[in-house]
């Protein structure tokens, strides 16, 4: 074995052509760079990739057994991801080193190509779970004319945008949690009924909830009961309910707020970490569009994209509105303090703790 042969560092060393090295236009020392970073990225989407297909892997099956390896590995390649979405995040300073108008001189050059096209970042965003219906002007990215996909990349993505999302996997995961079945509450002592959530546990946690609230937090007691018992205030409007809950079920999201209050159990450390590593996913990659977009402002300003779209005003839409794992990330306002948390029956403590021998 050979290092260059290994790493194919001919077909990849050799892959840098910048088009203005080529007659009949003046070399712009600065593409160089620019098609370096756009590669360097396009080689850790691949790595993010093969890490989520292991994870998305472990996800399919339908009963995941926290005495296997797979929850922890699935941690473990979750927090890989983001650190190297860190990098990439990083990266875009290298490429602010690139002056306006350094990059002027070749930028008409690259017409209608856009990094808008990249199938790779597509597909990431379709495997964590971005629906269609929620990016901000989905006729813009879903289009094969000018500055659009080519054939073979639209129904590449089209395909993996039909197959089952991580954010749906893990909601059916959480789904299944059985912690709220009756044979684990038998010898809880409710303080309140089971009237308005069917369970005394959740009926104890509504009502601590509501006590935490001060005055002006009040109404949260009915995004609390939209979010988690599907009961929708009828001064809602559909959009309200949108930004309350959008992607995951009540049962789910029951089950991963219990989980975020009951992380130190055994059980459920590894669990918790997941979720947390799913919210720092999403946090990571709208840092990333953040970047990006403060640095496609002062590069063209308010000139359109190469991609055809309005340019950094598209940008800035899809900031704002490309969250995926929002519903998770929402759940803190429903947090009440450590010392406030119904104390659990033996029965599901017994559950939740390692064994002891
Ligand atoms: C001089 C540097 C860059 C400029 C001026 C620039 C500009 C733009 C613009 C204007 C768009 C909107 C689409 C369009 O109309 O073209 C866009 C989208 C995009 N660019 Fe860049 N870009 C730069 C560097 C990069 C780099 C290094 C990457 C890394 C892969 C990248 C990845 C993307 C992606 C993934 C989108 C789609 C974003 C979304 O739809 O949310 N860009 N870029």
Known sequence: MYYGDYLQLDTILNSQHPVSFSAPHTPAHD??????????YELWFKQVLF?????????????????????????????RVIKILELLNQQVNILDTMTPLDFLAFRNLLTPSSGFQSKQFRLIEARLGLEMNKRHQHDYYKRVNEGGFNAE???A??????????????????????????????AYKPVTGTEATGHSFWEDYRRVYQQ??????????????????????EAYSPEQ????????????????????LYRDFPVFQTSYQILDSLIEIDHALSNWRHKHFIMVRRMIG?????????GSGYLEGALSKHYIYRDLAGLSTYLIERRNLPA???ELIKHLSFTVF
């Not at 993505?157 to 995961?173: A, F, G, P, R």
């Not at 009915?222 to 929708?232: L, M, R």
């Open 31 to 40: 593409e160089m760079l620019f098609i370096v970073i756009h590669q360097a």
């Open 51 to 79: 890490e989520l297909d292991y994870v998305m892997e472990v996800f399919t099956k339908d009963r995941i057994s926290d005495n296997s390896e797979d929850l922890n590995l699935v941690r473990h390649r979750l927090s």
């Open 153 to 155: 990349d639209y129904n």
């Open 157 to 186: 993505i089209n395909s993996t945008e039909k197959q089952e999302s991580l954010l749906q996997q893990v909601n059916n995961w959480l789904e299944r949690m059985p912690f709220f079945e009756e044979r684990f509450w038998l």
């Open 212 to 233: 935490s609230l001060t005055e002006r937090e009040r109404s949260k007691i009915q995004d609390f009961e939209y979010v988690f018992f599907e009961k929708a205030a």
């Open 241 to 260: 309910l949108g930004m309350l809950r959008s992607s995951f079920s009540s049962k789910a999201l029951r089950a991963a707020l219990f989980i975020m």
């Open 302 to 310: 308010m000139r359109v994209g190469t991609g055809n779209t309005t």
């Open 344 to 346: 659990l029956p033996a």
